[in-house]
Every structure is written in structure tokens, then in C-alpha cells.
């Protein structure tokens, strides 16, 4: 098992304790919006798989496991569930201490307007960390049922959910420690409101070329705009930078 070599702050140190690392801020008052992506060196979001597993390495499914545990919930876009095969997350030893006065594991909230969601994810998951899932009022009213039945639903009116709802029906349910593990699309939309607190993303040493999308894509953006032209700046402040088997993992975090 490679060891993590810190870049940034310190750097050169080895004995990189990623609990630490990657601590949520002491007692939030308000959830706190985190973001875990990988993207290749040249910016692509999705291997050849239609994965992004292809990105994927030793050191980063550590990272991913350590933030699982840290968090209270991972929220995904339903795409991302659909492609990657979210399950109910399950209990790991190692998250003891991380998880002491909590449920044993965070809860999965996936975001859906088809409602087209592996029923294991919704079925299989212990009482005490439910899938939650959002959806809006014109979903499908069959399926609707069937997850209101064995899920924790939440349905928005109008014709998205925004990341405003989920932030505030988060909060109401006391899940302050908030993981988004995407999608490209849901990740624009919680970036586009403002919305993400910080992104930690891991740089891995792959080259995928220009078709593969970047870790966000189809920003809601300003309607009439060009699709090329951001239409605002957010600055950043890199609060780490680690690096083990040639992959770079950096914390942002909004300024
Ligand atoms: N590189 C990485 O770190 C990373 C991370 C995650 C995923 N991925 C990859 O990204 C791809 C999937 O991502 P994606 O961007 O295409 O999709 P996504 O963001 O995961 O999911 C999009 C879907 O989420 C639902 N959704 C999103 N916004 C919504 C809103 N405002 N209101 C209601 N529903 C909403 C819709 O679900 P319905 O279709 O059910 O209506 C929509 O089709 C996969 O290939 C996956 O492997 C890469």
C-alpha cells in the first residue's frame, strides 16, 4: 500500500493522516457541500468504459473510502448511479471512530426526474440511512409510489430539482456533511447556484482525448448565452495537495 507524499502545505511530508486531511469543518451550522471527482491530465471525466472507474486507482478508491466515511450523505445524479452501479453503502470497520454517534453508514440521495433507479438501491438499504431520493412532480407517478414506499422521497415542484432544495431538505434531515460524487450534469448545476463549498479532485495520470466530457458539463449558465463563455469566475484557495502512485489529489476550497 503506497503511502500519500504531501505536496502542499508541508512539503515532503509522508505520514498524511487523510481523516485529517480531509476533516469537515468542526461543528457546520449549515451543510457543508463537498465534491470528489477524478479527471485524467488532459481534463476528461469518463474512460472508455462510460466509467469513470478507468481513472480510477489504489490510492484514489482510499481517498473516495475516507470521504464516504467522513460524510453523512452522498448525493449523485441518477446518470451517475444508473452507470456506476450505486448500492446502499456498506459498513466498513476502519469507520468506527469516524462514524462514533452517527449511523454506520452515510446515506446515498440520488436525484432523478425519470425515477429510473436500480430497485436494490432503494430496497436494501437499513432503516437507518435510507436512500433518499428528489425528484419532481411530474415523475413518473407508478414509480413514484414504489419509492415512496421503501426510500425517503422528496418531490419538488416544477420542472428541476435545484441544489437549493436539496440543500435545504438535507439540512432539515440534520445531514450537515454533504458528499457529491456527481455526475458532470449535477455538478455543474451545484457550481452554476453557488452552491459547492469545495471540490476535491484527484488529477490521475491518464490521457483520454477530446471526447470525453470534463468533470462538469451542461451548465444551466445564463439562457442565451454562448455555451463556450462562463458566465461568472468563483476563485478557490487549494487547501492540499497529495500525491501517491503519480496521482495528484487536491482540496479546494471556495473562498
Ligand atoms: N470523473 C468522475 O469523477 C465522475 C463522477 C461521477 C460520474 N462520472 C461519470 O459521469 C457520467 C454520468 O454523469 P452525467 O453528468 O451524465 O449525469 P449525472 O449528473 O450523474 O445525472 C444526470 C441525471 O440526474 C438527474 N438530474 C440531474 N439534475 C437534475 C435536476 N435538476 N432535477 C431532476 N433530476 C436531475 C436526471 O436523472 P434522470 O435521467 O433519472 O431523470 C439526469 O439525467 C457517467 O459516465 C459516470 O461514470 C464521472
Known sequence: MSN?????????RTDVDLAEAYAYPLAP?????RANMVA???????????????LSSDPDRRVMGVLRGLCDVVVVGAATARQEGYRPVRPREVWAKLREGRPTTPRIAVVSRSLEIDDELLTTAPEEAR???FTVADSPAERRAFVAEHA??????????????????LS?????RVLTEGGPHLLAEFVGAGLLDELCLTVSPHLLGSGSPRIVTGSPGTPGAPEHVSTKS??????????????????????
Not at 485524467?40 to 478507468?54: C, E, F, H, L, T
Open 4 to 12: 500519500f507524499r504531501e505536496l502542499l502545505p508541508v512539503p515532503g
Open 29 to 33: 451550522d449549515r451543510p457543508w457541500v
Open 40 to 54: 485524467s491530465a488532459d481534463g476528461g471525466a469518463v474512460g472508455p468504459s462510460g466509467r469513470s472507474r478507468d
Open 131 to 133: 436512500t433518499i431520493v
Open 152 to 169: 425517503d422521497l422528496v418531490v419538488v415542484e416544477g420542472v428541476s430539482v435545484s441544489p437549493g432544495h436539496i440543500v435545504n431538505a
Open 172 to 176: 432539515e434531515r440534520g445531514l450537515y
Open 234 to 255: 468563483t476563485p478557490v484557495r487549494m487547501a492540499h495537495l497529495l500525491e501517491a502512485e503519480g496521482n495528484l489529489f487536491t482540496r479546494y476550497l471556495r473562498e
